[in-house]
């Protein structure tokens, strides 16, 4: 079902795990890499707990949860192991030029990757087209997800009322922040590394639609 036209104005997407792939890479990385404090999980579970928030705050969780401190180095070898398998790997999400394409709705990007990591991703993958120059960071803001300010400045930077806007989230995070801002939230779980089980907690942090696909989405904001 739709959402009607006149229900929103701007519509602000997430960018990791919603346009691009880059959620599903650094989880299986930040998987393996955990492992070694102690923390076995699957890079499904990673994204379930860690995603959508600002990378130092996920890390302070990672601590938190192994009891230990990380070890010297381990963020930079980290980092250095994503930014690898980006170069090889980024892509959009399967269906999504076609949603970009298509809708004639004003839209915007506000991420937790910092401005200039994600101008350069979106710049690879050819979507920066389809935004610039509404392209927002939380390093722009005071507070990362799950608090609304990235999500308030977008709205504001884009001249939109926060009620009249919705937003594209794949993450509890997100879509927190999301219904924090005062906005309509749509759960997105078309990237690979959503799991099934993601689906309630997307909706008990406030997504009242959830999209399985770029195809569902598409046909929530025709």
């Known amino acids: 079902m ?15 795990g919603v346009l691009i792939n880059s959620e599903e890479i650094a989880s299986q990385v930040c998987a393996e890499a955990v492992a070694e404090l102690g923390l076995i999980m699957t890079p499904y579970d ?12 996920a890390w302070r969780r990672v601590e938190a949860d192994s009891g230990k ?38 839209r915007c990007v506000a991420s937790s990757t ?10 690879k993958t050819g979507l920066i087209d389809f935004f610039a120059p509404g392209v927002f960071s939380v390093t722009q803001v005071k507070r990362g997800k799950p608090a609304p300010d990235v999500f308030l400045y977008a709205a504001s930077q884009m001249g939109a009322d926060p009620s009249r806007c919705i937003v594209v989230e794949d993450s509890v995070a997100g879509v927190t922040a999301g219904r924090r801002a005062g906005m309509e939230v749509i759960g997105f779980m078309g990237g690979g590394h959503s799991s099934p089980a993601i689906k309630a907690s997307l909706e008990q942090a406030g997504a009242r639609r959830i999209a399985a696909n770029a195809v569902a989405l598409k046909s929530f904001l025709a």
């Open 2 to 16: 739709a959402v009607a036209e006149a229900e929103f104005d701007l519509v602000i997407f997430d960018c990791d």
């Open 46 to 57: 990673y994204a379930s707990r860690y995603a959508g928030m600002p990378v130092a705050e």
């Open 69 to 106: 401190p990380l070890p010297d180095g381990f963020r930079d070898r980290v980092d250095t192991e994503i930014r690898r398998r980006f170069d090889i790997e980024l892509a959009t999400i399967d269906g999504m030029v076609d949603v970009l394409r298509e809708s004639a709705h004003p």
């Open 114 to 123: 910092r401005l200039p990591l994600l101008q350069k991703n979106l710049t």
